[in-house]
Nanobody, 122 residues
Framework: QVQLVESGGGLVQAGGALRLSCTAS????????MGWFRQAPGNEREFVAR????????AYGDSVKGRFTMSRDNAKNTVYLQMNSLKPEDTALYYC???????????????WGQGTQVTVSS
């Protein structure tokens, strides 16, 4: 069992930056692929970013490429999402996710945090 707790959300003006954190407990984080997803009201959950267990490989959704950076510190059992050049359309509830298998991140067997709200004002 993996417990995930997100933090770092808040209200920011367009063009600003935020850094989200997700701290895991219950298992060693290095054996899990970690990801960030987001969901805005009325929309489906959207993939934002993911990082492999070693941190050697990352991938991003098209809407955030070049603006967001995901990283991890396995010694602290924590992953981060640095969000720069924020836009109002980035407003959503951001969820941290963990899965042992890259292909299953976001689907069966994924652990989820409770989410942290990011609101970007225009």
């Amino acid at each position: 069992q993996v417990q995930l707790v997100e933090s770092g959300g808040g209200l920011v003006q367009a063009g600003g930056a935020l850094r989200l954190s997700c701290t895991a407990s219950g298992r060693t984080l290095s054996s899990y692929v970690m990801g960030w997803f987001r969901q805005a009201p009325g929309n489906e959950r959207e993939f934002v970013a993911r990082i492999t267990g070693s941190g050697s490989s990352t991938a991003y959704g098209d809407s955030v490429k070049g603006r967001f950076t995901m990283s991890r510190d396995n010694a602290k059992n924590t992953v981060y999402l640095q969000m720069n050049s924020l836009k109002p359309e980035d407003t959503a509830l951001y969820y941290c996710a963990a899965n042992q298998y890259l292909s299953k991140l976001g689907s069966a067997g994924t652990y989820w945090g409770q989410g942290t709200q990011v609101t970007v004002s225009s």
